[in-house]
Each structure stands twice: as C-alpha cells, then as structure tokens.
C-alpha cells in the first residue's frame, strides 16, 4: 500500500493523519494506562547520582537542544532521548564526566527511531569538540540499550498532541498553529528536570493549554472552558493541570524573550521549536563546564 503525505506548516513532509487513531478512544485509554511506565525515579539525583546534579543536567539538556534542532531533528527526538537519560540515570551511578556521552548517546537512539535518516555518529563526536570518542559511544548505545532493556518506545508529551487537539473545538488551521507553540513548550519543558516527574499527558495538556492562551486569548479559553476538556480528555485534575501551566508560563517567561530578543525574522525554525535556537549562527557548543563544576 501507498502511503499518502502532505507537507505541513514546517515544510516536511508528514503521514496524513490517520482518524483511526486519533478518534478511537482506545488508542488514548492505551496511552493514559501505559505512560506512567517510562517515568524515571523522583529521587535519583539524591538516591541514585552522587557525582550529577540538577543543574548539570540542564547544562548538557540545553546542548542536546541545540544539536538537535541545529541538526533539524524531528520534535520528538530530543523529548524522547531525554526520557531515556533520566531512566538511564534512575538506575545507573556515573561521574558528571561521562554525562555529556550519555547525552549524545540518548540522542543518537531516539533518532534511530524517529528519524528517516538518523543523526550520524561522526557528527555527534563533532559537537562534543571530540570529547568522546566514536568507540565510546558505539560500546555505551549498548550499555544504555540493555540498562533500558531495550524498551525505547517511550511515552513523551508529543504522543498525545493531536490526541487532545483532534477532541477540542478548534479549525485544523488553529490546530496546526497551537501544535506547533505546544511543541515549542514542551522542548522547554524537557530541559527542566521537575518536568519529567510528570505525566507526559500533563504536561502535553498543560502545554497545549498555555498554546491556546496566547495565540487565541484566555477569553477563548474560559468560553470554551478549555480546562475542563482537557480534564475530560486526560483524567488530571484540573488543579494540576493548572498548576503544570503556570509553570511553564513561566519557564517561557525565562527563556524565550532572551532567544526572541536576537532571532531575525527570516531564521528558518524548525517546527515547534521557534524562538529556542541560537540564532547568532555558531555550532552549538559542548558543555565543557559540566567537567569543571565544583560543588561546595
């Protein structure tokens, strides 16, 4: 059989929708039940990690962004490589020199996955100034494939976007454009760790919540009592799902005036991750730093 694409927003070419799945409630029961498995441990920067802290975390996150949207990686390739770095973590104890090879490592897996034409191991090496070796990371794609126990088709945010949007009043032209915002928020989200102690199906929802209210107004929102559907639609309490919002308005308030500040208008984006990339035209750089920070 054929298949049957289209070329969105981003200008890729993308699988026409399938209504079969994303009207089948049994399709999103499936998801909502099985998400909570690829969670990593709350607690494993106290009870797992002694050398890596959050912050390091965020160091080598914000590397991993960069490559991967530098690269044109499909959206939910760093989303997905950051699940795997926090179960790996969960589980395994290593020094905050290796970190940045497990980032690249975690990002060369998911896009194995993701994408038609994954991110090459030669050019991983490259953004890591050579800090790691292509042996290294061929020997720890095994090591983090059996510490997974090759379970790599993790649950992330991205899975249940047009999950929610197919069920919400909006036009499909909206829909695309909130899509796309929500994607955004979600790579944001991906950076910081409190984040991935939550549901993915929280913080799409809560992502798609903060899309609406900027691009069609909270007046929008409140008419169509946006929250409740989301309720409805994911089984979270309102309340956490308010909460996880302001949240991210919150890392948004951060981060993307900043990145928006120095972005010209014509940079080429890709899609859902506007206003996030260095837009001054370097290579993103490796984070050496995570090898010289000191703790007291």
């Known amino acids: 059989m054929d298949l049957l694409f289209c070329e ?10 399938d209504p079969v799945l994303l009207k089948d409630d049994r399709v999103l029961h499936n998801l909502l039940v099985t998400e909570e498995r690829y969670l990593p441990t709350p607690s494993y920067f106290k009870c797992v990690q002694t050398d890596i802290k959050a912050n390091m975390r965020k160091i080598v996150a914000d590397w991993m962004l960069e490559v991967c949207m530098e690269q044109r990686c499909e959206e939910e390739v760093f989303p997905l490589s950051m699940n795997y770095m926090d179960r790996f973590l969960s589980v395994v104890r290593i020094s905050k020199t290796q970190l940045q090879l497990l980032g690249a490592v975690c990002m060369f897996i998911a896009s194995k996955l993701k994408e038609t034409t994954p991110l090459s191991a030669d050019k991983l090496v490259i953004y890591t100034d050579n800090s790691i070796s292509l042996d290294e990371l061929m020997d720890w794609e095994l090591y983090v494939l059996h510490t997974l126990k090759w ?5 992330t945010p991205h899975d249940f976007l047009e999950q929610i949007l197919t069920r919400l009043p909006i036009t499909k032209e909206n829909a695309d454009r909130i899509q796309r915002h929500a994607q955004t928020f979600i790579a944001l989200c991906a950076t910081d760790f409190k984040f991935a102690l939550y549901p993915p199906s929280m913080v799409a929802a809560a992502s798609v919540s903060a899309a609406v209210n900027g691009y069609m107004g909270p007046d929008w929102a409140v008419k169509v009592e946006l929250l409740h559907r989301l309720q409805a639609i994911t089984t979270i309490d309102m309340d956490c799902l308010r909460s996880c919002q302001e949240q991210i308005e919150q890392i948004l308030a951060t981060n993307l005036p900043q990145a928006q500040s120095v972005a ?22 490796t984070p050496t730093d995570v090898r010289d920070i000191h703790l007291s």
């Not at 969105?8 to 929708?17: C, N, P, Q, R, T």
């Not at 379970?151 to 649950?155: E, V």
């Not at 984006?269 to 035209?281: M, N, R, T």
């Open 8 to 17: 969105g927003i981003d200008g890729y070419k993308h699988a026409y929708e």
């Open 151 to 155: 379970d790599m088709s993790a649950i």
């Open 264 to 285: 010209p208008p014509t940079q080429a984006v890709p899609s859902g991750q506007a206003g996030i990339l260095k837009c001054d035209g370097s290579q993103p750089t």
